[in-house]
């Protein structure tokens, strides 16, 4: 039996470099406070319930994510409550939960995916992360079309599937990387930012008409924002998968394509960042060119215009959280790797 050779790790010191982005960071008005909202709602949803596991939950700052992100939100506590709640749900599947099968697992995806029918009729929850989902979709859904709920529910599902995806073949992930082309694919889905940015029209109200939305024109938008901020995530969170030993982030891959040093990965990853975010600019002005043939009326055409620049407000919003944030600096490890230390085995 050949044996196995465990990758070269990056060193624990590496540090991301600097990241361009054009786009003014701007912060929610409301955000003081929405920290503490946050830490009051996982602990009334029964979602944390030690005191050590709420320190680490507050000092992470999701509240404060979201009111970077969702900087002119007319509703930051609902899609405050969604980031909290999707992160938790992240590491859960792809960090925090470290016990049980795959087929486990995976069960545990259906009963979360239970909680988004389209008609609002869902199951009886089986637990306070089930429960929470289904709340959160029962408020959000209730406000949108039925082509939004449908979009929602497609990349929640896309999220969910692609996090855990690597736990069907957890050897592999650790073994080597992805080539860049199943790499791009699989981060797309696996980011939550397709998710994230349907909330957009949740936190503002102001839904993207349907007609735009499914367009190849507004996609090829998104697409780019997703690569940015996924790709700007893996730099940062360098130290976090190195604790874990997880070979399937940017640098990994990079570095595996073109035998690189980790510093030059990181350095090659960050000009790929700044060619898509110029990629992203020009895809926008593109779409706005091209306004007139979609043939909607001022108000519709408004809360195109208005998503576009809510897209770029997303990317400098994620990387300024980034930039601020303890939970990629102060990482804490184990025989395990880096877990969350708010994640509590009670959630299920």
Same mark, same amino acid.
């Given at each position: ?41 996982? *602990? ?5 319930? %030690? ?23 007319? +509703? ?26 795959? +087929? ?25 992360? &089930? /429960? ?5 979709? +029962? ?14 529910? &497609? ?6 599937? #692609? ?8 050897? *592999?992930? +650790? ?13 797309? =889905? ?26 190849? /024109? ?17 730099? #940062?969170?360098?130290? *976090? ?16 394509? &073109?035998? %690189? ?7 090659? /990853? ?16 593109? =779409? !706005? ?35 601020? %944030?303890?939970?990629? !600096? ?14 509590? !085995?009670?959630?299920?």
């Amino acid at each position: 039996m050949a044996t196995r050779t465990a990758p070269e790790l990056p060193p624990f010191t590496l540090e991301c470099p600097p990241i361009w982005c054009p786009v003014p960071a701007r912060t929610h008005p409301q955000a003081d406070g929405i920290d503490d909202h946050l830490l009051d709602w996982v *602990k009334r949803t029964d979602l944390i319930r %030690s005191r050590p596991a709420a320190e680490r939950f507050h000092s992470a700052g999701f509240g404060e994510f979201a009111a970077r992100v969702y900087p002119r939100a007319t +509703q930051l506590h609902l899609v405050a409550e969604w980031q909290a709640f999707n992160w938790i749900v992240d590491d859960r599947l792809d960090e925090g939960y470290l016990e049980g099968t795959y +087929q486990e697992r995976e069960e545990v995806v259906r009963d979360l995916v239970a909680q988004l029918p389209l008609d609002l009729r869902a199951p009886r929850a089986s637990g306070p992360l &089930t /429960a929470a989902l289904s709340d959160l979709w +029962q408020r959000t859904a209730s406000q949108h079309s039925w082509a939004w709920r449908e979009r929602f529910a &497609t990349h929640y599902v896309d999220f969910l599937a #692609f996090t855990l995806l690597p736990h069907s073949d957890p050897e *592999k992930s +650790q073994e080597s990387p992805s080539d860049m082309t199943a790499f791009i694919r699989r981060r797309r =889905l696996n980011s939550g930012c397709e998710m994230s940015f349907d909330l957009i029209e949740t936190a503002n109200a102001r839904e993207v008409p349907a007609s735009v939305a499914r367009s190849d /024109a507004y996609r090829a938008v998104r697409l780019a924002a997703n690569d940015v901020i996924s790709w700007t995530n893996d730099m #940062f969170s360098i130290r *976090k998968e190195n604790a874990r030993g997880d070979q399937d982030h940017l640098a990994a891959v990079l570095r595996h394509d &073109t035998g %690189s040093t980790w510093e030059e990965a990181l350095t090659h /990853a960050s000009d790929l960042v700044e060619a898509l975010t110029r990629d992203f600019l020009e895809a926008a002005a593109d =779409l !706005r060119a091209i306004r007139g043939v979609y043939g909607l009326d001022e108000d519709a055409w408004t809360r195109v215009d208005e998503s576009l620049t809510d897209l770029g407000e997303w990317i400098a919003g994620s990387l300024s959280w980034h930039r601020w %944030s303890p939970r990629y !600096r102060d990482v804490e490890t184990t025989e395990a790797g880096a877990v969350p230390t708010y994640i509590e !085995r009670h959630l299920m």
